[in-house]
């Protein structure tokens, strides 16, 4: 668990210091490992792997979803702006 | 046991070169190795059909849709990151690890141990069966993604 939570505290310093949009993604990918690496060693230690398992591979579906949508959002900032910088995205300040 | 340190160290090393390295399709191979490390992991934890998902998916078809972005926004170079969040990182994932084992090691003996709800049966039977309703999420979510990734590339009209 302490390792699922150090893959959670590089995640979120990857998005609280990096300013590449691709980076940031980058970075929830690395917090989703560490949420599928407590599902599964919660499920392990209670020697219920099977239902972790099933939770582990629902989240993944879900992870490919994000991914090929975010990915494509991605791709769309980049034809607007010509640039991957987050600090470039401010069109929608309110 | 020694193993699952390794890999689970390893799976750490390369996060942290995903997010440190300074080229993107370093990040992304970097990305890749802590799925398939994170996937061995699986297998030795007694479940396999995660490790195979694992790493058949996320290491390889998301490093793929990774590698094409970067393919498409050829832009790595005009965005700077700051030297001061590269150097002080190594000080403050310390900091992190210490406070980490510290606080653990007492908030996990405070928690009221769960019953060990081991249950006999096939992995099918509890996917199929019991968890259903997930099953419908996930197509669910499967059709969002695709809707959303054809909405994202449909071909404007000159009128708009």
Partial sequence: MAFAAGLLFVGLYCLLTMKNVIKLFIGIEVISKGVSLALLATGFVKKNTLLAQSLVITFIVVEVSLVATALAIIINIYRHTKSLDIRKLTKLKG | ?160
Wanted: aromatic share 10%; glycine share 6%.
């Fill in chain 2, 1 to 160: 046991m020694i193993w699952q340190i390794l890999l689970l160290s390893g799976l750490i090393l390369f996060s942290i070169l995903a997010i440190l390295s300074k080229d993107l399709i370093k990040s992304a191979i970097s990305l890749a190795l802590a799925s398939l490390f994170l996937g061995i992991l699986f297998f030795q934890m007694n479940a396999p059909y995660a490790g195979v998902f694992e790493i058949s998916v996320v290491a390889g078809l998301i490093t793929v849709l990774f590698m094409l972005t970067i393919a498409l926004t050829k832009a790595e170079g005009d965005v700077r990151e700051s030297k001061l969040a590269r150097l002080i990182f190594p000080l403050v994932f310390v900091a992190f690890i210490l406070i980490d084992v510290l606080v653990m090691k007492g908030l996990l003996q405070k928690v009221p141990a769960l019953p060990d709800t081991s249950e006999p049966g096939a992995f099918g039977d509890v996917l199929w069966k019991q968890r259903t309703f997930d099953l419908v999420g996930q197509l669910a979510i499967i059709l969002a993604g695709v809707f959303s990734v054809l909405a994202l590339f449909r071909k404007r009209n000159k009128d708009e």
